[in-house]
Nanobody, 124 residues
């Protein structure tokens, strides 16, 4: 069983940076979980944008590659998403997700555990 809680969302102008965090509360250890960030804009499907496995290997969607960086600090049971050069089309609710496995996937149905989300708004 794992509980996830995102934080750090907010509003920023285009070209700016923002970092969101996901606190992982697990009965075992946060390091046992592969983690991912998804986002969902109004009227759009949920999109997988970044994931990181137990060994810190990462995978990115083309839409964010080179601008976003996923990382994890298992000692602090936290996963981060650093977002640079933000664009208005990055506006969405950002969710973290977890799976008890060594895994890299940007497909939402591959994850069983989700946080409630945090809003990121990028203005032109």
């Amino acid at each position: 069983q794992v509980r996830l809680m995102e934080s750090g969302g907010g509003s920023v102008q285009a070209g700016g940076s923002l970092s969101v965090s996901c606190a992982v509360s697990a009965q075992s250890s946060a390091s046992d979980y592969s983690m991912a960030w998804f986002r969902q804009a109004p009227g759009k499907e949920r999109e997988g944008i970044a994931c990181i496995d137990r060994f810190e290997n990462s995978l990115y969607a083309d839409s964010v590659k080179g601008r976003f960086t996923i990382s994890r600090d298992n000692a602090k049971s936290t996963v981060f998403l650093q977002m640079n050069n933000l664009k208005p089309e990055d506006t969405a609710v950002y969710y973290c997700a977890a799976r008890f496995a060594n895994w890299r996937s940007l497909v939402s149905r591959d994850y069983k555990n989700w946080g409630p989300g945090t809003q990121v708004t990028v203005s032109a």
